[in-house]
């Protein structure tokens, strides 16, 4: 997909223009349109653009309400069921017995995954996530990042990592912020600038 982020995901996806005092000086672009425009709006962008946050925020509901959520307030007509089911199935967390369990009573590992579950329920064109494996034990980490390699063959998926490793591991291309951009493979084994190579090297960050 033809997606060019510049700086600042804490922007009008996420509703800080709705923030008092809060100013937003990126430029953001998206098929070529400015996402900041006065004429574009932001909840349709919402609906095409999916945020998962580094710190996991389910609803205080259940599992299934959390999952929905999206889908109700966008007057989803299909099968809602068959939607939650679905959206759990692809992000590795179906368990029949447990719909009606409170999203917070999941451990963090597995709120995470609720959290893409509910982003996905909405059918997004590209889904934002911001050190998704943040504060994670290594087998919920694995978990996660195999389902971003599942996710990444149906959506446009931008991940923000401090994790080298991580990075090369679910990664197509990689941004290394204000010095370079490149596939991954050059990125890490060849790139162009010191300043790369010192961090993805380990000798700062």
């Not at 059918?123 to 943040?134: F, H």
Request: proline share 5%; charged share 25%; net charge neutral.
């Amino acid at each position: 997909m033809a997606v060019r982020i510049w700086a600042g995901e804490q922007n009008r996806l996420l509703g800080n223009d709705l923030v008092p005092g809060a100013r937003v000086e990126a430029k953001i672009t998206y098929y070529g349109k400015d996402l900041y425009a006065p004429e574009v709006d932001p909840v349709a962008v919402r609906r095409r653009i999916g945020m998962v946050f580094q710190k996991p925020n389910p609803f205080p509901k259940s599992i299934y309400d959390n999952v929905a959520f999206g889908a109700r307030v966008n007057t989803y007509k299909g099968d809602l069921d068959e939607l939650v089911e679905t959206s759990l199935r692809q992000a590795a967390l179906r368990d029949k017995d447990k719909l009606k369990e409170s999203g917070l009573s999941l451990s963090g590992g597995q709120q995470k995954r609720l959290c893409i579950a509910r982003t996905i329920a909405i059918k997004p064109e590209v889904i934002l996530m911001d050190e998704p494996c943040s504060a994670l034990d290594p087998i919920s980490t694995l978990k996660v990042e195999e389902l971003i390699h599942e996710l990444k063959q149906n959506y446009t998926i931008v991940i923000v990592t401090h994790h080298m490793q991580q990075a090369t591991r679910v990664r197509d291309r990689t941004v290394f912020f204000n010095v370079e951009y490149d596939y991954t493979s050059v990125v890490f084994n060849n790139p162009k600038e010191q300043a790369t190579m010192d961090d993805v090297s380990g000798r700062f960050g």
